[in-house]
């Protein structure tokens, strides 16, 4: 199995998610400048966290329109599995490969912390390392993680079951004030109507390493590996 992070002036966290995907592969994955107009063969693509152009005009908005994007694009519609992570997950909402768009944070104030997430589907690829309904602890480090999306587009996403997961407490209550940002319905991730293309704010990159305070974000990297190869 093959797999390319692509990294946007901005970025900081392409070298955590390189880090945690040779964990789970046993081999670095490709890193691919956004200026290039093409990708190898490969059979997973991340888009990381970080500041892409600053987050000038809006979060993602920019990168979206970065030379490689159209053979991101072009991958996904293809079948290729995207992960993108925080700004990664923006610009996935930037570029149509995932509807709704994430606004500024309910309280207007940068987050960083660590948060529990219940696991809504372990279905998918992205989250094949877990139980459904199982409750992770991964942090989040964002400003506009405010996941929004119209009335018919929230109800396609629960229907079609495209919630991946959802912000709670210790306990796995989804409840308002387990809430840290805003989301609408509590919403920490979702993916395509076909299941290859996942969203996610929190960092799972960021706890690999029980140095690093656990190995709830390993378990996504080395189910996805298991699963693609």
């Keep these: 199995m093959k797999a390319a992070v692509i990294v946007f002036p901005g970025s900081n966290c392409d070298r955590d998610i390189a880090v945690a995907l040779q964990q789970s592969l046993g081999k670095a994955p490709d890193m691919v400048w956004h200026g290039s107009g093409s ?9 990381p966290g970080g500041f892409s152009y600053g987050d000038y005009l809006r979060s993602g908005a920019m990168a979206a329109h970065s030379p490689i994007m159209k053979e991101v694009v072009a991958k996904a519609k293809a079948g290729v599995p995207v992960l993108g992570v925080c700004n990664g997950f923006q610009m996935l909402t930037e570029a149509k490969l995932l509807p709704g768009v994430l606004m500024r944070n309910a309280g207007l104030k940068f987050i960083c912390k660590s948060v529990p997430l219940r696991v809504e589907r372990s279905h998918y690829p992205f989250t094949a390392g877990y139980d459904k309904g199982a409750v992770i602890h991964i942090p989040i480090a964002h400003n506009e993680g405010n996941y929004t999306i119209d009335g018919d587009g929230l109800k396609r996403l629960q229907d079609q079951d495209q919630i991946v997961f959802r912000y709670c407490d210790a306990a796995g209550q989804v409840t308002p004030e387990s809430n840290p940002n805003g989301a609408q319905d509590n919403i920490a991730g979702i993916v395509n109507e076909k299941g ?6 929190p960092h799972p990159e960021r706890v690999v390493d029980p ?8 378990r996504l990297f080395d189910g996805l590996v298991e699963a693609l190869s």
């Design 39 to 47: 990708l190898p063969a490969v059979d997973l693509i991340v888009l």
């Design 196 to 201: 290859t293309v996942l969203g996610m704010m």
């Design 211 to 218: 140095l690093n305070g656990g190995l709830d974000g390993r």
